[in-house]
């Protein structure tokens, strides 16, 4: 009987060890997420993705007037070159004209 009675009275010392470290491993973690600030720094980090969102716009803007820009800058290329090869062939009439 003895025995019986001492391994009841130790499951329940057990259980309430058990219990009591549970609550207290629950306690540890609040306090550290309290602590850490997780959720200030979450939402910093967010104001300033969001502050940045301006800049990323205007910069795919520029992005798509330089695109724009190049090309026009390729039409005048191959205009002056097409002007070039003119150039060559009026040369070639002129000399043909002096002699």
């Not at 629950?26 to 993705?49: C, D, T, Y």
């Amino acid at each position: 009987m003895y025995s019986s009675s001492w391994n009841q009275e130790t499951k329940l010392k057990l259980n309430d060890k058990v219990s009591a470290s549970v609550n207290d491993m629950g306690s540890l973690i609040r306090h550290v997420v309290r602590s850490s600030k997780s959720p200030e720094m979450l939402g910093q980090a967010a104001r300033n993705f969001c502050s940045q969102e301006h800049y990323i716009q205007n910069s795919s803007e520029t992005l798509m007037k330089m695109g724009l820009i190049k090309a026009q800058f390729e039409f005048q290329q191959s205009a002056i070159e097409r002007s070039v090869s003119s150039l060559e062939e009026i040369q070639d009439q002129l000399k043909t004209i002096q002699r």
